[in-house]
């Protein structure tokens, strides 16, 4: 076993020469694309940041915003992502097994929720700009807090339009992946693509799981 | 660099979980996803948005904990995940304390 460095590079064509075994080569991608994803946390956390100072400021703008949203559209919405990330989850899961046609399937449903989640929230961005809610000169709100409820869906359109985009590159990663999985790419030891986009589709689902609570919930209980 | 147990390792990297640990993960996000919003519609006055974070952090553990495999990675993944948490805690955390603390102390005209 003491050459096992050797036959693991003999035996494992994905292997590069500078990493001992898949396995390292594995954690290492890992941990790359955790860095990223770091630099991620951090750029929506400087949006979420912006939120919570305003919404401790305008409390009550905050409040009356939030009612103009569609919770509805807003939980299903929710649901769909939930959805898209355990078929995205199993995708990765049927490459590590190598079921290549589960795979490709998992691919593609992941893919579909992904776009039904923008079709929803292109269909919320109608919506606003039929209300009159889009920021500037348009924007229509009535009393004391008009200003600040403007202020509202500034942070709305920047948080969740930076999520849209994060997810329609998102849908640009996932055909790209689809189309190496149906050219026979990735192996259950070689798929360093499949799992690492995985950690960055579940990385916007879960700040979509914060979004969807501090934008369309808050303010509910007191209507 | 290579001893006789990396051989035995090697399975551990790659963790094939379980089919129904995803169905699980995935349940208990629905269910949660329906409670946080049917408790918006319940006036706990203060405790609404404790509640709803607590709701949307407990959701985000399970996706990093088994959707991301965090559970299952080594040790450095570990670490980045918690030093990303903790960075961003530092920054909200510092940024909120200086703007709801700003009333605490009057200082009449401004600092001249």
Redesign the interface.
Known sequence: ??D??AAAHAHTPGLRHHF????QQ??SA??GM??F??TE??FF??L??GY??YR??YPEAWRLASHHLD?ALG?IN??VL??S??T???A??SA??GKKQLLILFLIATLVFGLVFLGIKAKEYHDKFEHHLIPGTTFEAEGPWAHQEMLFYCFYFAMTGMHALHMIIGMVGLLILIRMSMNNKFS??YHPHIELF??YW??V??VW??L???LY??G???A | MSEPTHHEKSHGSQHIVPLKVYFAVFAALMVLTATTVCVAYVNLDWLNLPVALAIAITKATLVILFFMHVKYSGHMVKVYVVAGVLFLIIMIGITLSDYMTRGWISVPRGWQ
């Open positions: 076993m003491a096992h460095a001992v075994d898949m396995d594995r954690e890992r941990l955790w860095l994803l770091l946390i951090m956390g400087g979420f940041t919570a100072i401790f400021s919770v939980a929710t649901g939930i959805l990330s355990l995205m989850a199993l990765v899961r590590a097994t259950p030891e995985g950690l579940h990385f689902d879960i799981i914060f969807f609570p501090l919930l808050i509910r209980h007191a």
